[in-house]
Structure formats: C-alpha cells, structure tokens
C-alpha cells in the first residue's frame, strides 16, 4: 500500500522557518514527480511546489518564489519544503503529493495520485 507521511508543521512567528519532510513508503517514488500543496481554513487547496522525478527541475507558486525550496532524497524515499521568510498567510495544511502518471501540468492537484494526511503550519505576526 503506497503511503506518503508528512511531519514537520508547527508554528513560528512571522519571519520565521521550517521544513516539511514527506517520507514515502510501499512504492519506489523515485520515478514519480512530487509535490506540494496547501489549504487554508475557508479556501481550495493550492499549490505550492513541485520537484520532477530526476529532481533536475522545479516549479513554485508564485507568492512562494524565492522563500520556499522544495527537494527530494532518493536514498531516504522522502521529500522536502524548507521554508524560510514565513508570512501569515502562509497558515495552511500542507500536502505532499505523488505524481504515478508522468504528467505535465505538474502545478494541477488533479494529477497527483497519492496524497498525504497533511500537516499543519501556522505563522503569527
């Protein structure tokens, strides 16, 4: 059974960092894309970043760009967010993902194949 476990939520004060693990466990994940997304109280879930399966390419959001580095552990089967620069809006649960199909539109949640149960982030002023 494929299963994509995050850990690494909390909360720190604005300005502040952490970093998000999502270890994978019950596929070989190193051929799929992966990615992360977010969803804040009251909103549709949106993503956030995303890392190919040779991890020679990467895609952020835009009002993450510059703050955020997504990266991928072949060895440990797992993947990475660290974020630094934290705003408040930044509050959210935030999901890993894994893309089996090869898909291009890596930005799209519709085509991820495994999630995980999320992790929470919170970030005051």
């Known amino acids: 059974q494929a299963q994509l476990v995050e850990s690494g939520g909390g909360s720190v004060q604005a300005g502040g960092s952490l970093r998000l693990s999502c270890v994978a466990s019950?596929?070989?994940?190193?051929?799929?894309?992966m990615g992360w997304f977010r969803q804040a109280p009251g909103k549709e879930r949106e993503f956030v970043a995303a890392?190919?399966?040779?991890?020679?390419?990467?895609y952020y959001a835009d009002s993450v760009k510059g703050r955020f580095t997504i990266s991928r552990d072949y060895v440990k089967n797992t993947m990475s967010l660290q974020m630094n620069s934290l705003k408040p809006e930044d509050t959210a649960v935030y999901y890993c993902?894994?893309?089996?199909?090869?898909?291009?539109?890596?930005?799209?949640?519709?085509?991820?194949?495994?999630w995980g149960q999320g992790t929470e982030v919170t970030v005051s002023l």
């Open positions: 993902a894994a893309d089996q199909r090869g898909t291009l539109n890596l930005r799209d949640l519709n085509e991820y194949d495994y």
């Open positions: 019950g596929r070989t994940f190193s051929r799929y894309a």
């Open positions: 890392i190919t399966w040779s991890g020679g390419v990467t």
